[in-house]
């Protein structure tokens, strides 16, 4: 088999045509300049064994889109795995990205359809729970809110099933914790539908979290009564100030969580608590007090959680309000 010159992210290196593109390379630290570099590497080498068809449609269409031209980098190493795949086995040609066709939850809990979805290649995390997403798997990415609000946040990468699908109809615990952190980022109130804030009540009464100092300086006792009234009449959003959203996570994390949710739960009060006294000295002068100074906030931090490396805020979309249809994105598959 022919050898053909490969750029692995280091500036080194060769492969054949069904030998691993991904030798040691660490997909996820390499910017899009490299990854670039590495599928324009890896084209090359599938052209030189066959022309035609050109390789770069199918794989952009194995991602779910029209080419990579402006593809951002969790689409890049989407279609580093796609282009690795097809190398170490040439006859499976990439199956496109399908539009979703799942039944979805009415109401409240709906999320509006994914761009596209696919069986993962390779293991990997959620770009949303850090859940692990395994190799066959159904993964996906959700369309970017519209312009202008697409601008205001940082788009999330490949998705695992319930994050595209169910986390809003079905939350778990981590799905409200996870909610409560990208609102936080982005400098306002926490809005929750009927079902988190089912989750989030029940919780609540039921952990130790009213013995906690938190709740006996900043008693949580009306904002017991609104989740629970809310999730009585099924509201679309109940929406929880910044400084009462502090109390109820540190109401939690007293009441003795799970270990999963303890962590979590640690991770959120960490990066709040750098918001909140500046430990690394970010110039305010340049970065002010709201989102741009708590995201260099999480770039700087010396103890970097999933949070902080996903980063955000991510645009996990409210509940359309039924007396106002056009006031979420809705868009149809």
Same mark, same amino acid.
């Given at each position: 088999m022919?050898?053909?010159s490969s750029d692995?992210g280091?500036?080194?290196?060769?492969?054949?045509?069904?030998i691993?593109?991904?030798p040691?390379v660490?997909l996820?630290?390499?910017d899009?300049? $490299?990854?670039?570099r590495?599928?324009?590497?890896?084209? %090359?080498? =599938?052209?030189?064994v066959?022309?035609?068809?050109?390789?770069?449609?199918?794989?952009?269409?194995?991602?779910?889109?029209?080419?990579?031209?402006?593809?951002?980098?969790?689409?890049? +190493?989407e279609?580093?795995?796609?282009?690795n795949?097809?190398?170490r086995?040439?006859?499976?040609?990439?199956e496109?990205?399908?539009?979703?066709?799942?039944?979805?939850?009415?109401?409240?809990?709906?999320?509006?359809?994914?761009r596209? !979805?696919?069986?993962?290649?390779?293991t990997?995390?959620?770009?949303l729970?850090n859940e692990?997403?395994?190799?066959?798997?159904?993964?996906? +990415?959700? $369309?970017?809110?519209?312009?202008p609000?697409?601008r205001?946040?940082?788009?999330?990468g490949?998705?695992? %099933?319930?994050?595209?699908?169910d =986390? =809003?109809?079905?939350?778990?615990?981590?799905d409200?914790?996870?909610?409560f952190?990208?609102?936080l980022?982005?400098?306002?109130?926490?809005g929750?539908?009927?079902?988190?804030? $089912?989750?989030?009540?029940?919780?609540?009464t039921?952990?130790?979290? +009213?013995s906690? *100092?938190?709740?006996k300086?900043?008693p949580?006792? /009306?904002t017991?009564?609104?989740?629970?009234?809310?999730?009585?009449?099924?509201?679309a959003?109940?929406?929880?100030?910044?400084? /009462?959203?502090? @109390?109820?996570?540190r109401?939690?994390?007293?009441?003795?969580?799970?270990?999963a949710?303890?962590?979590?739960?640690?991770?959120i009060?960490?990066?709040?608590?750098?918001w909140?006294t500046?430990?690394?000295?970010?110039?305010?002068?340049?970065?002010g007090?709201?989102?741009?100074? %708590?995201?260099?906030?999480?770039?700087? /931090?010396?103890?970097?959680?999933?949070?902080? !490396?996903?980063?955000?805020?991510?645009?996990?979309?409210?509940?359309?309000?039924?007396?106002?249809?056009?006031?979420? *994105? @809705?868009?149809?598959?």
């Amino acid at each position: 088999m022919r050898d053909v010159s490969s750029d692995n992210g280091s500036g080194q290196g060769s492969f054949d045509l069904g030998i691993d593109l991904l030798p040691g390379v660490d997909l996820d630290s390499l910017d899009r300049h $490299r990854l670039h570099r590495l599928l324009g590497n890896g084209f %090359r080498t =599938r052209r030189a064994v066959r022309q035609r068809p050109a390789p770069e449609p199918k794989v952009a269409r194995a991602v779910g889109l029209n080419t990579l031209q402006n593809a951002d980098e969790h689409d890049l +190493r989407e279609a580093v795995r796609v282009l690795n795949t097809w190398l170490r086995s040439p006859a499976d040609v990439p199956e496109p990205a399908k539009r979703s066709r799942y039944e979805r939850p009415e109401g409240v809990g709906q999320l509006p359809g994914p761009r596209g !979805v696919k069986k993962a290649l390779a293991t990997q995390a959620c770009g949303l729970c850090n859940e692990p997403v395994k190799p066959g798997d159904l993964t996906g +990415r959700v $369309r970017p809110p519209k312009p202008p609000m697409d601008r205001a946040f940082v788009p999330m990468g490949w998705l695992c %099933r319930h994050c595209l699908f169910d =986390r =809003r109809h079905m939350p778990r615990r981590r799905d409200v914790l996870i909610r409560f952190f990208h609102h936080l980022l982005n400098s306002s109130a926490v809005g929750l539908n009927s079902h988190e804030c $089912r989750v989030l009540h029940t919780w609540l009464t039921t952990s130790g979290a +009213r013995s906690s *100092e938190a709740w006996k300086l900043d008693p949580l006792d /009306t904002t017991i009564v609104r989740l629970a009234t809310s999730t009585a009449e099924d509201k679309a959003n109940t929406w929880i100030a910044f400084p /009462t959203s502090l @109390t109820i996570l540190r109401a939690l994390r007293t009441g003795d969580p799970d270990e999963a949710d303890a962590g979590l739960l640690d991770a959120i009060l960490q990066h709040t608590t750098e918001w909140e006294t500046n430990p690394f000295g970010i110039d305010h002068r340049r970065y002010g007090t709201g989102v741009a100074y %708590r995201q260099q906030t999480l770039k700087s /931090t010396d103890r970097p959680t999933f949070l902080s !490396v996903l980063g955000g805020p991510f645009f996990l979309h409210k509940a359309p309000d039924p007396d106002n249809p056009e006031d979420e *994105e @809705t868009t149809q598959d």
